[in-house]
């Protein structure tokens, strides 16, 4: 079979086009998916670079098959799966191997998906729709009246964020490095949007100096001390990603100093233990979508053949919205 194959890490030409790999065999608590559509994402580009080489929450390791998220339909059950029959129309995220034409997925990583919903949407919808519902309902927990801040919000994730919250009722303040991608989470249901330079001051006078409850900051060492000084006392931080670098100096004293501030750095897995979680967000997420309430726009349609090529256009901060690499368009 043809599969994006890793056998060192590095740039984007380590991803290499094999056509000849083994078909995966299917194992007890599995099963084998024809892949229809893969999501593309920066943990693809940070599991090509090498930084999830001894993560212990996502143990990928070389040699391998990237990508991590994906849709299609199950050819094969593994002994002691139940709930999932061949023919099923499944999704998945944090399970690596979806940049290929079969795919060998833990079941409980595994969602069915709705007859409306198509397989390229359930591949742009699986990891940030997931991520966003987890990070609004478990760990912010929104409410009608909460003030949140969501930086790179015409990011895959940080859209969803955007229209998540606004529909529990939060007010939404959001940033962007350029105007083009502050009016994209206009758009989206933000309320405010600004470039980062001064954003934290940006809050403070929107919220009369108060701050947000809650802060969702992906980008990390660029932005995180800014985003305790745009947080109200007692306030969370929720880092969950490090696009602009990781901060390796942080004292915990500076969240006591900033107002006895929350810092919490989520997993996704952490947050999706079970195959009866992983379909309840999911449900969640293409209900949603099915009602017009979310939005998932999918910025660009790939082959595998030119998966390094949107590697490179990721990386250099090209690609707004979700990228996605057909497989085997036919399915849908």
């Known amino acids: ?31 084998l998916v024809k892949v229809a559509c893969a999501g593309i994402n920066f943990m ?37 799966v139940s709930h999932l029959a061949v023919g099923d129309r499944v999704a998945w995220c944090i399970a690596w ?41 478990d760990v912010a927990r929104l409410q009608a009246g909460s003030t949140c801040l969501v930086h790179a919000a015409s990011g895959s994730i940080g859209q969803l964020l955007v229209q998540m919250a606004r529909r529990r009722g939060a007010t939404v303040f959001t940033t962007g490095s350029t105007a083009e991608k502050c009016a994209i989470a206009r758009q989206r249901g933000a309320h405010q949007a ?42 969370l931080i929720v880092n969950y990603g490090n696009v602009s670098g990781s901060l390796t100096d942080l004292d915990p004293i500076e969240l006591g100093e900033a ?40 910025a660009g349609h790939y082959t595998l053949e030119t998966v390094q090529q949107v590697h490179e256009r990721i990386e250099a901060r090209q690609q707004i919205g979700k990228a996605v690499v057909w497989v085997d368009p036919s399915l849908d």
């Open 44 to 80: 693809d580009i940070h599991t090509r670079q090498g930084k999830y080489a001894h993560s212990a929450t996502y143990p990928v390791r070389l040699p391998c098959t990237l990508g991590m998220e994906g849709a299609g339909v199950v050819v094969e059950v593994g002994p002691g």
């Open 259 to 298: 107002g006895s501030l929350f810092l919490t750095r989520p997993r996704l897995a952490d947050h999706m233990a079970d195959g009866a979680t992983v379909q309840r967000r999911a449900n969640a997420v293409f209900a949603a979508m099915l009602e017009g309430a979310l939005t998932v726009e999918i």
């Open 194 to 235: 600004w470039t980062y330079e001064g954003f934290a001051d940006h809050v403070l006078r929107a919220t009369d100096g108060r701050g947000v409850d809650v802060v969702f900051d992906s980008l990390g060492k660029n932005t995180l001390r800014e985003s305790f000084r745009a947080c109200r006392t007692r306030g």
């Open 97 to 137: 191997g979806a940049y290929a034409e079969y795919a060998h997925v833990p079941a409980d990583k595994v969602a069915q998906i709705p007859g409306a919903i198509t397989f390229d949407q359930a591949a742009a919808a699986m990891f940030q729709g997931c991520t966003a519902h987890y990070l609004i309902d």
């Open 1 to 31: 079979m043809k599969a994006i194959t890793l056998q060192a890490y590095g740039g984007p030409e380590v991803a290499q086009l094999c056509h000849h790999v083994a078909k995966p065999q299917v194992t007890a608590g599995h099963v």
